[in-house]
Nanobody, 121 residues
Framework: QVQLVQSGGGLVQPGGSLRLSCAVS????????MGWYRQAPGKQRELVAT???????KYADSVKGRFTISRDNNKNTVYLQMNSLKGEDTAVYYC???????????????WGQGTLVTVSS
């Protein structure tokens, strides 16, 4: 069974940094885009950043210049380096793998379990 396993997150002071990781667990053939989304209390889930297999990236305006997404295709892992964190970055962060082809040749969109990031003094 294919899963996305997230790690990282926690409590950090404003201006601090955190790094999130998300790795594919289980056998697959390929993945298209990998990305990060977040959902703050009382708000809808929103895009944070995505990275294509070829390395193209896209960011939400609110995180440009502060967050960096990267991926290791050999390890089927995506990372999110978050710097200069602000209170409004507080949310549950979810990783996503789109156009994931599993060993049964099924094309799937898969979500991680979510991890809480709290920015507070």
């Amino acid at each position: 069974q294919v899963q996305l396993v997230q790690s990282g997150g926690g409590l950090v002071q404003p201006g601090g940094s955190l790094r999130l990781s998300c790795a594919v667990s289980g056998g697959i053939y390929s993945i298209g885009d990998m990305g990060w989304y977040r959902q703050a209390p009382g708000k809808q889930r929103e895009l944070v950043a995505t990275a294509s297999r070829g390395g193209s990236t896209k960011y939400a305006d609110s995180v440009k210049g502060r967050f960096t997404i990267s991926r290791d295709n050999n390890k089927n892992t995506v990372y999110l380096q978050m710097n200069s964190l602000k209170g409004e970055d507080t949310a549950v962060y979810y990783c996503n793998a789109d156009r994931l082809v599993d060993l049964n040749y099924r094309n799937r969109n898969v979500w991680g379990q979510g991890t809480l990031v709290t920015v507070s003094s």
